[in-house]
């Protein structure tokens, strides 16, 4: 099932992929959390820039939430610099790359693309690495993206 007006198919550079698992692998066992920046939205088309590593305010191995501040530090440079939240990014530690009823409860940012990487050793990727999957969550539903790593 795709989502009307949402891009199907995303790539995402290696060099960003690699800080995200790197950064779930050093918050583990608790869920890690970040942003990823863009050119414009990811629903319009937006190319991911870069990846902003952010705090779980919450230090749960089930839950996550960004830390407030640095959340807003991010939003506003990226509003200056004339860029966007494009993508919202969350670990889960022991189960699949799928979000929860919990993920989709709170997903606040119905442009941004929602990565999930799953560290369950069931859920690699096949180079091995922790597999990393792309939804969008538009009204608590989550529809799958085909997630394309290049680079």
Excluded: F
Aim: proline residues 8%; negative net charge; hydrophobic residues 45%.
């Amino acid at each position: 099932m795709s989502l009307p007006g949402h891009p199907q198919s995303i790539a995402l550079p290696r060099e960003i992929a690699t800080a995200i698992r790197a950064h779930a692998r050093a918050e583990a066992p608790r869920e890690a959390c970040g942003i990823i920046i863009g050119s414009a939205s990811a629903a319009s088309g937006g190319a991911p820039l870069r990846w902003e590593p952010t705090t779980n305010v919450l230090a749960s191995s089930t839950l996550y939430e960004i830390d407030p501040a640095q959340l807003l530090r991010i939003s506003i440079a990226a509003d200056d610099a004339d860029e966007v939240i494009w993508g919202i990014v969350h670990s889960h530690v022991a189960s699949p790359a799928k979000p929860s009823v919990t993920d989709t409860g709170v997903a606040g940012y119905p442009d941004a693309l929602y990565l999930i990487v799953s560290l369950a050793q069931s859920q690699s990727a096949p180079d091995g690495e922790p597999g990393i999957r792309a939804w969008w969550i538009v009204n608590r539903e989550a529809t799958e993206v085909e997630l394309r790593i290049q680079g």
